[in-house]
């Protein structure tokens, strides 16, 4: 019954977290002078998938001090995929303080640099491709939210995770762009890529030991 209950309950502290980031990003898009929106989907998104995710976890983590940790992470990667895709903007208000919790972290596994390099790595990875594909499409390909949430998502999840988030965030942003062209028979348009990166994010969290 407690592998049950606990899930459940903790669900349910995902969904008023989840209200929480929904009131701080509306908080958030003020300062930087943007509109919040009202619509169902960006008032009822965050508090759902966070209460998803965070049961989805607490049943594979069990009640130990990781999951409160991970949890918090999950946060940020919700707030990051509702302003994204309501916005298309990746905050530095989120992102730094972020990816300074996320370094802190990383120091505490093994080897303890780990999380920096792969962080660094990725960080310049997307620079490269932002600044070459905005040389070579001349428009932005990726923007520079995307570049700090590769480091965000290589100081929290290390090498090999990160490169798996990143496939899984890649595919399917591919898979959405190719029902974009096909429903509107046209190559022109764009998509916001941070909010699949921080969805395959949270899988390579779920399955990270």
């Known amino acids: 019954m407690t ?14 977290a989840g209200w929480f980031v929904r009131w701080g990003s509306v908080r958030l898009a003020v300062l930087e002078g943007l509109e919040p929106g009202h619509k169902r989907w960006q008032e009822l998104g965050p508090p759902i998938l966070a209460a998803l995710v965070f049961g989805v976890f607490a049943y594979h983590l069990g009640p130990v001090p990781l999951l409160f940790i991970r949890s918090v992470f999950i946060l940020v990667l919700v707030q990051v995929v509702f302003f994204d895709f309501e916005h298309r903007l990746i905050l530095d208000r989120v992102m730094f303080p972020s990816m300074a919790l996320a370094f802190f972290v990383s120091l505490l596994g093994s080897p303890w640099w780990a999380g920096a390099a792969t962080g660094l790595a990725a960080g310049l990875l997307f620079l490269v491709l932002a600044v070459a ?77």
């Open 133 to 209: 594909g905005s040389a070579i499409f001349k428009a932005e390909a990726l923007g520079f939210g995307d570049v700090k949430l590769a480091v965000f998502m290589g100081l929290l999840l290390g090498p090999l995770p990160t490169i798996q988030g990143i496939f899984y965030g890649v595919f399917m942003a591919g898979v959405v762009s190719v029902g974009f062209i096909v429903w509107h028979r046209s190559l022109k348009g764009t998509i916001a890529y941070g909010p699949y990166l921080a969805a395959g994010a949270i899988i390579a969290l779920y399955l990270l030991p």
């Open 3 to 16: 592998a049950i209950l606990f899930p459940i309950g903790w669900a349910i502290a995902g969904a008023a």
